[in-house]
C-alpha cells in the first residue's frame, strides 16, 4: 500500500488567483497543502495570444491549471460591452479560456474551468449539469463561448459551474 502523505502534490497554476472567485479556490488549494501559482494580470494576460500562453506554461511547469478567471466587471457592466466580440468581457470571458485550454492540451496538463451558473439563465435553481446553455446576458453567453469552446478541444478538461464563491 503506498503512503499516500509522502507523494508530491500538484502544483496548480490558478488563472484569476486574486479575483473572488480565484481567492476562495485557491485558499481552499493553498490549505490542502498543495503549491499554487497565480499570476497577477500583468504577469499573464489570458487574453494574450495563444503563442505567449504556451509559452508561459512552458517556463511555469504546472502539474494542473485553473482558471478562475473572469473579467473585471459587473454582470450589469457586461451588458454594456453587449456585441463586442473585440471587448474585454469577450476576449477574458469567451476566447482567453479557450486559448489556456488548447495550450493545455497541447502540454498534456489538466485544465479545470470555474464557469458559472449565469450560463444557464433563467430563475430555475438549482440547476442540473445536463441543462442546455441558456444565457440571458452578455457575461453568461461569454462565459457559455467558453463552455463550448472548451468542450469541442477534447481534452482532459473539466468545466465546473458555480453560484457564487463562499468566503
Not at 2 to 31: A, D, H, S
Not at 118 to 145: D, F, Q, R
Request: charge should be negative; aromatic fraction near 6%.
Amino acid at each position: 500500500m503506498q503512503n499516500i502523505e509522502n507523494e508530491r502534490k500538484p502544483v496548480l497554476l490558478i488563472i484569476g488567483g486574486t479575483g473572488v472567485m480565484g481567492q476562495t479556490f485557491t485558499r481552499c488549494v493553498i490549505e490542502n497543502g498543495y503549491t499554487v501559482h497565480t499570476p497577477s494580470h500583468p504577469d499573464f494576460d489570458i487574453a494574450a495570444s495563444p503563442e505567449s500562453i504556451r509559452g508561459f506554461l512552458e517556463r511555469l511547469n504546472p502539474d494542473i491549471v485553473v482558471n478562475a478567471s473572469a473579467a473585471n466587471v459587473t454582470v450589469d457592466e457586461a451588458e454594456l460591452q453587449k456585441g463586442d466580440r473585440s471587448g474585454t468581457v469577450w476576449r477574458t470571458n469567451a476566447v482567453g479560456p479557450v486559448s489556456v485550454a488548447s495550450a493545455c492540451l497541447d502540454s498534456n496538463i489538466p485544465f479545470i474551468h470555474l464557469s458559472t451558473d449565469y450560463v444557464l439563465g433563467g430563475l430555475k435553481c438549482p440547476h442540473t449539469e445536463n441543462e442546455e446553455l441558456a444565457p440571458i446576458s452578455w457575461y453568461g453567453e461569454s462565459k457559455a463561448e467558453s463552455e463550448r469552446g472548451i468542450a469541442n478541444l477534447k481534452g482532459m478538461f473539466h468545466i465546473v459551474r458555480v453560484q457564487r464563491p463562499l468566503s
